[in-house]
């Protein structure tokens, strides 16, 4: 079971801190991934964290603005924002994932956060 909370309204430019909350599974033992889906648009990978946290891989469009990271004895993984730009605006959901195919694939994905940036 994941879910994810942090999301909000904010400006161009501002910064926002997500966090996936996960019970049901053995947390520490999963590849994690962030994915977002825009109105009117596929679902997009953003992120991935392996599990002992020490690999990391970013989207193109959020490479340097975006961070994940996870603490495996909170059971959470986070994803601080920053620089945010309009096209940023999606909902945002956390998901495990086999790390063969963590930009294509995305399992038990939670009820997601909705982030909106205005310009």
């Known amino acids: 079971h994941l879910v994810e909370s942090g999301g909000g309204l904010v400006q161009a430019g501002g910064s926002l801190r997500l966090s996936c909350a996960a019970s049901?599974?053995?947390?520490?033992?999963?590849?994690m991934t962030w994915v977002r889906q825009a109105p009117g648009k596929e679902l997009e990978w953003v992120s991935t964290?392996?599990?002992?946290?020490?690999?990391?891989s970013y989207a193109d469009d959020v490479k340097g603005r975006f961070t994940i990271s996870r603490d495996n004895a909170k059971n959470r993984m986070y994803l601080q924002m920053n620089s945010l730009k309009p096209e940023d605006t999606a909902l945002y959901y956390c998901?495990?994932?086999?790390?063969?195919?963590?930009?294509?694939?995305?399992?038990?994905r939670g009820q997601g956060t909705q982030v909106t940036v205005s310009s």
């Open positions: 998901a495990w994932c086999y790390q063969s195919s963590c930009t294509t694939d995305f399992y038990n």
């Open positions: 049901g599974f053995d947390f520490d033992r999963n590849d």
């Open positions: 964290i392996y599990s002992d946290g020490e690999w990391t």
